[in-house]
């Protein structure tokens, strides 16, 4: 899908005399809040008049008090788990009678607007009202219910769906509310297990929630290393109880103390027969007598408080969606809100149904291969991916080459030995590789790597220049073919530095690759850095654990800062996360009368019922605004309103385990680096001689560009750098800052030139992977 080519400030876009209903129906998913508080806020923003209607499509055929007008206030705090206007599943609505009681509802408050959030089931029913809206509004005239003025007024029917749903299955769309939280509940279980079962080496199966999508077991199996995985997309080959106890009982040979299965609960195998965790159990128990237990985590997965990846889609699919129904004309289709890439996009509703139950009809007609395909090219790679690195191999089963290959400051390791080339883990980063600090790593030595936190290898800040001739020395001892960085800003300075050098020194001359992973994502080249995500979820966890805190006192403000050098995404998305009041950064300066025009704001809206205030600072974003300055400002011209609290949030943001996100996004891309320096290598070497690889391109920086992975030399990415402040010039998510401002009831002009216009979803390539979903 294109951006509107014209750029469009949404002031155009009135919403005086407008009326929006939002409500959430079917199952509940962490992040449904997110999307109300957000439709809400943006509904009352624009001057329309905005409802809950409580309890799904049971409250609209029921009304009364189920639908009420929505405040500003009465969205205040609810960025938690769940949906507090319920949601609830309703047979009256799949009734004529249904629906015609719900329409009278609706006309009776002049509500022509509707932003549903759910599943496909609830937005089916959404079209089908809207299909059948002036048939009903005839009807209820002919009853005398209504007169010609009712009918007039409220002719049109627009619809605008928001896909809540933990199993991500609805094709159209990256990510579907609520399927982050719930790998993150998952993952939460699996390390918990892990610390037990490798206690008492024992074997565990997990049954997971995905009656008719495998895409959380399938993902979370990725992202913990599971042993096996069943899911009703790929059943197992036939015969696979074998398999499964023969790769189970080697496992047990070669020491390793613990085994994970993980299951769908809707898995089947060739034949249509379900298989369950019992079944499972039971099959290890007979077999091979291993102390097997089963969890089954049930509604576990549906609770909890929302990731910050959940939030932020909702959030931005929440203002979308508003803004979909102010451009809607009568001809328009009703749409789904999704997210493409970086972009909130509008697609037609019944195309991504339709294109949602292709898939189930597959996997009916045994069609598996089918069923993967239609799932999109996301869920082909994590199985792709899956089979590569959980195919317990000997490492005399491996594949042979002459290469060496070695990776400095390692975070997430997992299958490089795939390859077949001989490894080699440098620690402690360019300071181990010019004093010696290699050794050979195989198969085995990075089991269960994925889980933790941190770097294992260790890291240091220290740059190659001063050392270029000791680095070149000891990859001519080590005979190493080929190099993999992976880290931040001082990973790419020094790339850069090797790749200048190669002139001066041969051994230098090898395919080089880098990997961002930095909490701060400030590398040029890529949208995303692995680690980020993990600290955008402990500084969320933080500051609504801090907004807790003041929940039983007066009205409290306070003043947290983050880190990210002169970087501002963290702050700046994870004051989205949070719901911050404001949120100063590098990127947009700011003086003493912004800081002022904020203070007044905050003193305005404590007079309300609102009673706590959230304000982040980027570690570096005014060196004479301190937070000590901010801290003292806002208590001093709080004074009789609030008081203030200040929290620095420092390295708890660089700890703890990787999210699921992190885990998932870093063996991908390792993955896909791997492959680059195998590529490369079959490249340079040539009639049984190694060729030099000195040229651009065998220097790159492999990064998340809007929807893909892609290869840059890192010779081109200068001219994108301010090596001053260690930033990339252009950055996408500062467009973020707006909606973030929005939201927290600031005048101010969004640019809704990247919001998405009508697209027919076959022109949208399938569901992108969960990586490349952008925060």
């Known amino acids: 899908p294109q951006p509107h080519d014209t750029r469009k400030f949404f002031e155009n876009l009135s919403g005086d005399g407008k009326s929006i209903a939002v409500l959430t129906?079917?199952?509940?998913?962490?992040?449904?809040?997110?999307?109300?508080?957000?439709?809400?806020?943006?509904?009352?923003?624009?001057?329309?008049?905005?409802?809950?209607?409580?309890?799904?499509?049971?409250?609209?055929?029921?009304?009364?008090?189920?639908?009420?007008?929505?405040?500003?206030?009465?969205?205040?705090?609810?960025?938690?788990?769940?949906?507090?206007?319920?949601?609830?599943?309703?047979?009256?609505?799949?009734?004529?009678?249904?629906?015609?009681?719900?329409?009278?509802?609706?006309?009776?408050?002049?509500?022509?607007?509707?932003?549903?959030?759910?599943?496909?089931?609830?937005?089916?029913?959404?079209?089908?009202?809207r299909e059948e809206w002036s048939g009903l509004l005839q009807e209820l005239k002919q009853q005398g219910t209504i007169d010609d003025e009712a009918v007039r007024n409220n002719s049109i029917l627009h619809i605008v769906g928001m896909v809540g749903s933990i199993d991500n299955d609805f094709c159209g769309t990256d990510m579907t509310i609520g399927t982050d939280s719930a790998l993150h509940r998952i993952i939460e279980v699996v390390d918990a297990?892990?610390?037990?079962?490798?206690?008492?080496?024992?074997?565990?199966?997990?049954?997971?929630?995905?009656?008719?999508?495998?895409?959380?077991?399938?993902?979370?199996?990725?992202?913990?290393?599971?042993?096996?995985?069943?899911?009703?997309?790929?059943?197992?080959?036939?015969?696979?109880?074998?398999?499964?106890?023969?790769?189970?009982?080697?496992?047990?040979?070669?020491?390793?103390?613990l085994n994970i299965m993980i299951v769908a609960e809707g898995a089947i195998d060739r034949h249509n027969k379900a298989i369950t965790a019992d079944n499972i159990k039971e099959l290890v128990v007979s077999r091979l007598g291993f102390d097997t237990r089963v969890t089954i985590l049930g509604h576990v997965q549906r609770g909890g408080t929302p990731s910050a990846f959940d939030r932020i889609l909702a959030s931005r699919m929440g203002v979308e969606a508003v803004l979909a129904l102010l451009e809607a004309s009568a001809d328009t289709p009703a749409c789904v809100v999704s997210l493409v890439g970086n972009q909130a996009v509008r697609l037609p509703l019944m195309e991504c149904v339709q294109m949602t139950q292709e898939v189930q009809k597959a996997m009916d007609e045994k069609k598996f291969e089918e069923a993967v395909r239609l799932r999109g090219r996301s869920f082909e790679n994590n199985l792709v991916t899956y089979r590569l690195l959980s195919s317990r191999k000997a490492d005399s089963e491996l594949p042979t080459s002459n290469f060496n290959v070695a990776v400095l400051n390692v975070g997430a390791p997992a299958g490089m030995n795939a390859a077949g080339h001989r490894m080699f883990a440098v620690s402690d980063g360019f300071e181990g590789l010019y004093k010696g600090k290699i050794k050979e790593i195989t198969w085995g030595d990075v089991g269960g790597w994925t889980g933790q936190g941190g770097s294992l290898l260790g890291t240091k800040r220290t740059l190659p220049g001063k050392h270029l001739d000791k680095i070149a020395e000891q990859m001519k001892l080590h005979k190493i073919n080929a190099l993999m960085v992976i880290g931040g800003f001082e990973a790419y300075m020094g790339l850069l530095e090797l790749a200048k050098a190669r002139d001066a020194h041969e051994a230098l001359c090898v395919p080089m690759i880098m990997v961002p992973a930095t909490v701060s994502n400030n590398i040029p080249g890529s949208d995303l850095s692995i680690g980020s995500d993990t600290a955008l979820n402990a500084i969320t966890h933080t500051c609504d654990r801090i907004k807790q805190s003041a929940s039983g006192t007066?009205?409290?403000?306070?003043?947290?800062?983050?880190?990210?050098?002169?970087?501002?995404?963290?702050?700046?998305?994870?004051?989205?996360?949070?719901?911050?009041?404001?949120?100063?950064?590098?990127?947009?300066?700011?003086?003493?009368?912004?800081?002022?025009?904020?203070?007044?704001?905050?003193?305005?809206?404590?007079?309300?019922?609102?009673?706590?205030?959230?304000?982040?600072?980027?570690?570096?974003?005014?060196?004479?605004?301190?937070?000590?300055?901010?801290?003292?400002?806002?208590?001093?011209?709080?004074?009789?309103?609030?008081?203030?609290?200040?929290?620095?949030?420092?390295?708890?943001?660089?700890?703890?385990?990787?999210?699921?996100?992190?885990?998932?996004?870093?063996?991908?891309?390792?993955?896909?680096?791997?492959?680059?320096?195998?590529?490369?290598?079959?490249?340079?070497?040539?009639?049984?001689?190694?060729?030099?690889?000195?040229?651009?391109?065998?220097?790159?920086?492999?990064?998340?560009?809007?929807?893909?992975?892609?290869?840059?030399?890192?010779?081109?990415?200068?001219?994108?750098?301010?090596f001053v402040h260690r930033i990339p010039k252009e950055q996408w998510w500062l467009k973020l800052r707006p909606l973030m401002k929005i939201l927290a009831k600031y005048k101010t002009s969004y640019d809704v030139s990247d919001s998405g216009q009508l697209e027919h979803v076959s022109r949208v390539r399938p569901k992108e992977s969960h990586t490349s979903a952008a925060i």
Not at 62 to 87: F, P
Not at 567 to 579: D, H, I, N, S
């Open 25 to 129: 129906s079917g199952g509940d998913a962490q992040g449904m809040n997110a999307a109300v508080r957000a439709a809400v806020r943006m509904g009352l923003y624009v001057g329309a008049k905005v409802y809950f209607i409580h309890e799904g499509y049971q409250g609209m055929v029921d009304g009364g008090n189920n639908i009420i007008e929505a405040t500003w206030e009465s969205v205040s705090s609810m960025l938690q788990g769940g949906t507090v206007i319920g949601s609830a599943r309703c047979k009256e609505f799949r009734t004529h009678e249904g629906r015609l009681r719900a329409a009278l509802n609706l006309v009776q408050r002049e509500i022509t607007n509707i932003c549903v959030i759910g599943g496909d089931g609830s937005l089916t029913g959404a079209n089908l009202f």
């Open 193 to 257: 297990i892990m610390t037990t079962a490798q206690s008492h080496q024992r074997t565990f199966v997990l049954e997971v929630m995905g009656r008719h999508c495998g895409y959380l077991a399938l993902v979370s199996a990725l992202a913990c290393g599971a042993d096996w995985v069943f899911i009703p997309e790929m059943p197992p080959e036939d015969g696979w109880e074998d398999s499964m106890c023969q790769k189970l009982s080697e496992n047990r040979a070669d020491k390793k103390r």
């Open 554 to 722: 007066k009205r409290r403000v306070f003043i947290i800062e983050t880190m990210g050098g002169y970087c501002g995404y963290l702050a700046t998305v994870g004051g989205l996360a949070a719901g911050a009041d404001s949120v100063y950064i590098y990127e947009e300066p700011f003086d003493i009368r912004d800081l002022q025009a904020n203070v007044e704001h905050l003193t305005e809206k404590m007079k309300t019922s609102i009673q706590r205030g959230i304000v982040l600072r980027n570690e570096n974003c005014n060196e004479n605004f301190s937070t000590d300055f901010m801290y003292q400002l806002y208590s001093e011209e709080g004074r009789g309103v609030f008081d203030c609290r200040k929290n620095i949030l420092g390295h708890m943001q660089q700890g703890g385990a990787p999210s699921p996100f992190d885990r998932n996004f870093s063996t991908k891309i390792a993955a896909k680096a791997m492959q680059w320096i195998t590529r490369s290598l079959k490249e340079s070497f040539k009639g049984g001689e190694m060729m030099f690889a000195n040229s651009e391109d065998t220097a790159c920086l492999l990064g998340m560009r809007r929807r893909a992975l892609v290869f840059q030399p890192v010779s081109h990415l200068q001219e994108e750098t301010d």
